[in-house]
């Protein structure tokens, strides 16, 4: 299953949000995914990438060509702007994860989910990490727009997770409905 990871690239991140998108990222490495992710290698980005390459893991990353000069990857793929970037790495993944990040993190789940609901994209998952409330503003927003007839009940098409224990079983539940669906597809043919 390949895991696509959304998250902040700022180095000025505060140390809390740094060491809990760690502690996430600790709890999947060992679960044998690829990984898909922005070619940069500074702030959050960076450690996630680390954690992942420490514990073995394949990483695809996606970045214009300077990006991935700097990176190591087991697959580098060149996009010219952060709109194709956003843009490969749904594509090359089963289920996005979005940790707390800035606003290229918030825009990339808000395109995400828009692109979900407008294509009827039932194989794609999207899964908020939301502790410690980071993405309540977001849901409370959406749930808002809903009440008020401006969009589809769009929470429906995203999970929510609280904590590193919640996205290992989110994760491993999602693998499953995966693996049944291609075991379906094979007992068809």
């Keep these: 299953m390949n895991v696509g990871i959304m998250c902040g690239s700022k180095s ?5 949000a740094y060491e809990k998108n760690s502690e996430m990222i600790r709890a999947i490495a060992d679960m ?3 990984f898909v992710m922005g070619a940069g290698e500074t702030g959050t980005m960076r450690n ?9 893991n394949m990483l695809i990353t996606v970045g214009n060509s300077l990006e991935l000069g700097r990176t190591i990857a087991d697959i580098k793929v060149e996009v010219r702007s952060t709109f194709e970037r956003a843009e490969r790495i749904y594509e090359n993944s089963d289920v996005i994860i979005f940790l707390d990040g800035g606003t290229g993190t918030l825009s990339e789940f808000y395109s995400f989910l828009n692109n979900k609901v407008e294509t009827d994209d039932k194989k794609k998952e999207l899964v908020v990490v939301n ?9 409370d927003d959406l749930k808002r727009r809903y009440k008020e007839g401006l969009t589809d009940n769009v929470l429906k098409c995203f999970a929510e997770v609280k904590s590193p224990e919640g996205l290992k079983a989110y994760l491993g539940e ?9 075991q379906e597809r094979e007992r068809v043919r």
Aim: charged residues 30%.
């Design 174 to 182: 999602v693998e499953k409905k995966f693996n049944g669906s291609e």
């Design 48 to 56: 996630v990438k680390e954690i992942l390459r420490e514990n073995g």
């Design 131 to 139: 502790i410690d409330g980071v993405y309540n503003k977001v849901i």
């Design 32 to 34: 044998g995914y690829t």
């Design 12 to 16: 000025s991140s505060s140390m809390e």
